[in-house]
């Protein structure tokens, strides 16, 4: 089995941010004040775990892939035991703006003999402005090559059952740290996206409440509602609503703590670092919120195993 497994990306060093951004952009290049506020808002966090978090899921997901029976019991070494399976299974990485880049890996994955592959993206919403653009790259890619590769395409996984398990095991963890979880707000936000997208009929809010109702039904919480984060630095209108609007009206309605989980990303990278752990927290904390934030999934094992299982399924279609 062969598994093309996709995300953002993001620049390594600083020097890269201002090539990643004009990417992002299609070849555009951004402004200096543009790019001057990324940079800082890349300062602010340090670095984006997020391709180090990719790689990881990767290996772990080529390792899962590969793993036929535990040599040993699953409590005392985990579920590979002392050996890191080999196998037939192979997991390719490809960054949509960064490196290695969609076309680089499509390239890697022909250079080894590989003729059909699942592609799937560490994202669980379709949206024109998401998967949809991952698919344009990998059909280019695919156009380049001299000979045929089919692609068994996982679109989305916005209900799978394994995932919002593990979304709810993590806002279960936070919903520990509460004072009095059933008069708390509970709030699920994605990275928003240009209004004429939603206008043009994206799936794409449709999936997001999906998700926050099968987590919301699972845990039985009182209730819950869907926001939007990191709109981009450009003058169209952005779904919404704007996560930091939504906290201000949630304090006007008389709450004093909410959880945000961010279930339109399953690692850990800017965006949520920086809009949700600096910005949004600033804004709780200027409106007198405790807003804590349930943890990412990353390159845990139980969304490895929610990978494991879409692709494994794919490949029987
Ligand atoms: O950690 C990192 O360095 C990367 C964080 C990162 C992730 C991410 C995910 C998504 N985006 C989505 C849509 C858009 C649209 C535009 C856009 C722009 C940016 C910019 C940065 C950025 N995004 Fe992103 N996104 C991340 C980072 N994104 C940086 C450029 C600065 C800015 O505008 O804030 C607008 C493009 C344009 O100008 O034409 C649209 C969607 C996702 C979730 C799905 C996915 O992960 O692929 C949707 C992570």
Redesign the pocket.
Known sequence: MNVLLM??G?PYTPEEIEPY?TD??RGRRPSEELVRE?EERYHAIGK?P?NEITLVQAIRLQALLNLEAPAYPKRLLGPFGPRIPQGPARVYVGT?HWHPSIGEAVAAMHEDGVRRAVAI?A?PHY?L??VAEYQEKVEAALKSLPEPMEMVWVESYEAHPSLIAAYARRLEEAIWRLREPRKAAYVFTA?S??LSAVERGDPYPRQVERTAELIAKRLALPRFSVAYQ?A???PEPWLGPDINEHLKSLREEGFEEVVVQAV??PAD???VYYDLDLEAQATAKEVGLRLLRARSLNADLDYIQVLKELVEAAWLR
């Open positions: 995300a953002y993001t951004y992002i952009r990324l984006s997020l949509k993206v994202a949206s402005r998401s990275h996206i240009p990191s981009g630095r450009t339109g990303f990278h800017l965006e």
